[in-house]
């Protein structure tokens, strides 16, 4: 079964430091989404991707945030100048379909701990 | 903006037996609710779902119920076993928002043996 994979798994870096998240998506896909979970807290939305632009952020994505797509298969998110509280685990999730069906695929997400 | 809120946070149930999982939201404007099921060191899955035009939905041992009026959905897990102990997510989406799901907070589910 085709799925979306993530790298790294688990990432520590030091505040400031500069932290790209990657994600291959199902192949067929053309939505792209990041969300993340703190610990211990509900998983949020973080932007949606399409077209090669964003279609949809949330208040969380800030200038620190950025996403791409620098190929056909790859989608990233990079975080500028890590926080403290950008410690959370990352999922990435592609769809086929938007509206349609409606199924996100997630992946089994990019843990990261900055110190 | 859209408010989900899940209950309860855990729950223990005895194989064989049914787990309920209720969930509530607050946006009108909401029209598919999924939900998903997390194992330990994966990411969430699609379970089953459900748009605002249908009010119930069976899939085997799982089934979703929608009261738009009341504007709650549960899910339903007949026949309990083992390997339906996990975290399991509810979610509700816009309309004009498509990639946007908001998540409520999780419920632990643990099938004893």
């Known amino acids: 079964e085709p799925e979306v994979t993530q790298t790294p798994s688990h990432q520590v870096t030091q505040m400031g430091q500069e932290v790209i998240l990657r994600c291959v998506p199902i192949?067929?896909?053309?939505?792209f989404y990041w969300y993340r979970q703190i610990l211990g807290q509900k998983v949020e939305f973080l932007v949606s991707?399409?077209?090669?632009?964003?279609?949809?952020k949330s208040e969380i994505f800030d200038d620190q945030f950025s996403v791409e797509r620098p190929d056909g298969s790859n989608f990233t998110l990079k975080i500028r100048s890590t926080k403290l509280e950008d410690s959370a685990m990352y999922f990435c999730?592609?769809?086929?379909?938007?509206?349609?069906?409606?199924?996100?695929?997630f992946g089994e997400g990019s843990r990261l701990t900055v110190l | 903006g859209e408010n989900v809120e899940q209950h309860p946070s855990t729950l223990s149930v005895q194989e064989g037996d049914s787990a309920v999982i209720k969930c509530t939201y607050s946006?009108?404007?909401?029209?598919?609710f999924p939900w998903y099921k997390q194992e330990l060191g994966k990411g969430p899955q699609l379970i089953i779902d459900?748009?605002?035009?249908?009010g119930e939905k069976k899939d085997q041992r799982i089934a979703v119920t929608l009261n738009k009026t009341a504007k709650h959905f549960s899910l339903h897990i007949t026949e309990t076993q083992p390997e339906d102990s996990a975290v399991y997510f509810c979610?509700?989406?816009?309309?004009?928002?498509?990639?946007?799901?908001?998540f409520g907070a999780g419920t632990q589910v643990v099938v004893t043996p």
């Open positions: 991707f399409y077209n090669n632009e964003i279609s949809e």
């Open positions: 459900i748009r605002s035009n249908v």
């Open positions: 999730a592609s769809s086929e379909l938007a509206g349609g069906p409606g199924e996100l695929f």
């Open positions: 946006d009108s404007a909401s029209n598919y």
């Open positions: 979610a509700a989406r816009r309309t004009d928002s498509w990639g946007k799901l908001q």
């Open positions: 192949s067929n896909h053309l939505y």
